[in-house]
Structure formats: structure tokens, C-alpha cells
């Protein structure tokens, strides 16, 4: 080594300048921190926050009230599954005049309610016979208009039975009655709905054909209509099933008789005498008298049968 050089040591301890060097990041992190914490803490921040917040409520409110504007809240279900837009509001039995069979006569209390101001149906099983009359009420519920395009009876089991056997009872009727719009005779082989048809003229289909109709329903409208059912030939049990058109899809639904059961309609036994007995008041008899009294006769089916042999209405039986 030369002489005129001096020895310098080497240790591993840090130099001044070293440690200056190995902290100024850790500075900078340092003044870096605190110029986040005065921008989160700055009035200018928050209030740019409180601004986004209340534009990100409103846009929900304002975006809820166009869905429930174009279709109400309640209503979006209907718009998934068109399945729902037609509601049944009404589904009742108006038949008041013709015949009824009943099925179960328990204690022979028949004519005893027959008398009485009581339902004399209450309690019993009580099927129309050759027609019935119901009426039906209909409401729309999606936001677009539904078209029903077809309603058809579906029979259990695909026919009708053997006519039912029972007690009869007839209430004739007291003048003409209102004209049915639709008719449809269930135990034909083809049952369909038609028109009723006017001053002796066929019926024609109603929802096919070359005059072919069909009714429509705008939101909550409500549309009522009745159909008049025949029977000639059988016991027949059936439900209805409407084909319908909302939103651009086609969907059906099943449209059943009062309390949710199948409509039921019996034609009548060919013999009379097949009937346990049969009850009918004076206008369906020749009473002697002028004034006609309120009350009710009683045959049995035979007797019936037997007084009515000759095709003409026989006097009311003598009490």
C-alpha cells in the first residue's frame, strides 16, 4: 500500500447519507397520507358525496314511478307470466226457471222448502237439467289489452254420462226471457261457443268462422257475458278453457263453475217414471180455480209420467 494513502476501515453500519437516502420514500408515503385525509375530510368532498347520493335516490324514485306509470308495481308478474293477466271476478249460476233435478232429497223436507221462503237448494245437490244459464265476469289485469281469442269446454273424461235419476222439480216459466248472447250444447260431439242465434236464425261460432269474434280487455276493464248450456243426451261435467293474447304471447287459463268445481248439466231421463217424484207448482198444471194458489204439488215420477201421457197439461192433482 502506498504510504502517502490513508487506511479506511469498512464496517456495515449505515452512513449518514445512506439513512437519508433509505427514509425519503417513507417521507413521501408520509406527506402523501395526510393529502388523502384533507381531501376525504375537505367540505368540497362531502359535498360532492351527498350530491351523487341524493342523484342515485332520485334516479330510483324517478325510475320506480315510470315502471309503475307504464305498469303498475302489482302488476309486473303479470307482465313475466302472462298466465295472470285475465282475473275471475264472477262466476254465478242465473237459471231461475226450467227444470232442476236433485240428486238427495234427506228426510223428505223437499216440498216442505219448496213451501217455505228458504233456499229449498240449501243443503242439496241440485244439477240443472236440458239447460243452464251462468254468468260470467271477466276482468283485465295486465298494463296491455288481452284478446280472447277462444274459449272451449274441456268434458272430464272427454264425454258425458248417462242422464242423472233423482227428485225433479219444474218452475215454468212467466214470460220471455232476455236474449243469451252465447250458446254451446255440451254433448255434442264437438262442443263449441256460438251466437245466440237471432229471429229463427242458426247459431253461428262465435270465435270461429269466417264471422269469427273476439272480446278484448283493457287494464282493471271488466267485461260480463252469459252462456247458455244445453244438454240433451247426458250428465256432463266440464270446465272451460280460454285461449287468449296479451303483450305479443299467446296463453290460456282454466275457467271453472261457482266455489272453484266443474260446471255440471244433466239431460233428462227419456221416462219420466224414471224419476223418484217430480214437483211443480199451479202454472205448470190446469188449476180449476181463478186465483191460482201458492203452493207446490207432489207426484211420483210414474204418476207424473202417466198423467202427461196424452202430450196435453193435465188439471193439478186434487189435494
Not at 413521501?28 to 335516490?57: C, D, K
Not at 233423482?166 to 260431439?189: C, M, N, R
Request: charged share 25%; aromatic share 8%.
Amino acid at each position: 500500500m502506498p504510504p502517502n494513502r490513508r487506511a479506511v476501515r469498512r464496517t456495515g453500519a449505515l452512513t449518514r447519507a445512506s439513512v437519508r437516502r433509505g427514509r425519503e420514500p417513507r417521507a413521501a408515503q408520509a406527506e402523501e397520507a395526510p393529502g388523502r385525509l384533507r381531501y376525504l375530510t375537505s367540505p368540497t368532498a362531502w359535498l360532492v358525496g351527498i350530491l351523487l347520493t341524493v342523484a342515485t335516490v332520485t334516479f330510483q324514485d324517478l325510475l320506480a314511478a315510470s315502471v309503475k306509470t307504464i305498469l303498475p308495481l302489482d302488476r309486473v308478474p303479470d307482465r313475466l307470466s302472462p298466465q295472470n293477466a285475465i282475473d275471475v271476478v264472477e262466476v254465478r249460476d242465473v237459471k231461475d226457471t226450467g227444470w232442476y233435478v236433485v240428486r238427495d232429497d234427506a228426510g223428505g223436507q223437499l216440498l216442505k222448502a219448496l213451501h217455505s221462503d228458504t233456499s229449498w237448494r240449501q243443503g242439496r245437490r241440485v244439477v240443472d237439467v236440458r239447460d243452464a244459464e251462468w254468468m260470467i265476469t271477466l276482468q283485465g289485469r295486465a298494463a296491455q289489452q288481452v284478446r280472447i281469442t277462444d274459449i272451449v269446454p274441456e268434458l272430464e273424461g272427454g264425454s258425458c254420462k248417462a242422464p242423472l235419476g233423482g227428485s225433479l222439480v219444474h218452475f215454468p216459466s212467466q214470460g220471455v226471457t232476455g236474449v243469451i248472447p252465447l250458446e254451446v250444447a255440451v254433448d255434442s260431439p264437438r262442443p263449441r261457443l256460438k251466437a245466440y242465434g237471432k229471429d229463427g236464425k242458426a247459431a253461428e261460432p262465435f270465435f270461429t268462422g269466417p264471422q269469427a269474434k273476439h272480446i278484448t280487455l283493457n287494464q282493471n276493464e271488466t267485461e260480463a257475458f252469459l252462456i247458455h248450456a244445453t244438454s240433451e243426451k247426458g250428465y256432463c261435467r266440464w270446465r272451460y278453457r280460454v285461449h287468449y293474447e296479451v303483450g305479443g304471447t299467446t296463453a290460456e287459463m282454466t275457467l271453472s263453475g261457482p266455489h272453484g268445481r266443474p260446471f255440471e248439466l244433466t239431460g233428462e231421463l227419456r221416462d219420466t217414471s224414471g224419476y223418484r217424484n217430480v214437483y211443480f207448482p199451479p202454472l205448470a198444471c190446469v188449476y180449476p180455480g181463478s186465483h191460482m194458489p201458492d203452493r207446490w204439488y207432489e207426484q211420483t215420477g210414474a204418476e207424473y209420467a202417466r198423467d202427461r201421457r196424452s202430450g196435453k197439461v193435465p188439471p193439478c192433482p186434487k189435494s
